[in-house]
């Protein structure tokens, strides 16, 4: 089992900047690659990023491509999202999940409860 925190959501001004954190506890870290999803109001939950176990490699969904960054830190059992030139579409509620190195959803084993990212326009 791996238990997942996720922080750092909260209401921002069009092209602020947030960082959202996941914390995770229970079986190794290390061993998963990690994925930040996100799902708005009346949408399914889709993909946001994704990072391998070392974090030598990450991909995103094209729509955060040059604005977002998905990172970790093995040591502390964390990754984050940093999140820059934020808009409305961005408006959602984010989770972090672990699992393999992919855009699917099924392919992620465990999953936090999410934190709110509401962008004011």
């Known amino acids: 089992q791996v238990q997942l925190v996720e922080s750092g959501g909260g209401l921002v001004q069009a092209g602020g900047s947030l960082r959202l954190s996941c914390a995770a506890s229970?079986?190794?870290?290390?061993?998963?690659?990690m994925g930040w999803f996100r799902q708005a109001p009346g949408k399914e939950r889709e993909f946001v990023a994704t990072i391998s176990r070392t974090g030598g490699r990450t991909d995103y969904t094209d729509s955060v491509k040059g604005r977002f960054a998905i990172s970790r830190d093995n040591a502390k059992n964390t990754v984050y999202l940093q999140m820059n030139s934020l808009n409305s579409e961005d408006t959602a509620v984010y989770y972090c999940?672990?699992?393999?190195?992919?855009?699917?959803?099924?392919?992620?084993?465990?999953w936090g409860q999410g934190t709110q990212v509401t962008v004011s326009s």
């Open positions: 999940a672990a699992g393999s190195y992919t855009s699917t959803l099924p392919n992620y084993d465990y």
């Open positions: 229970g079986r190794t870290f290390s061993g998963y690659c």
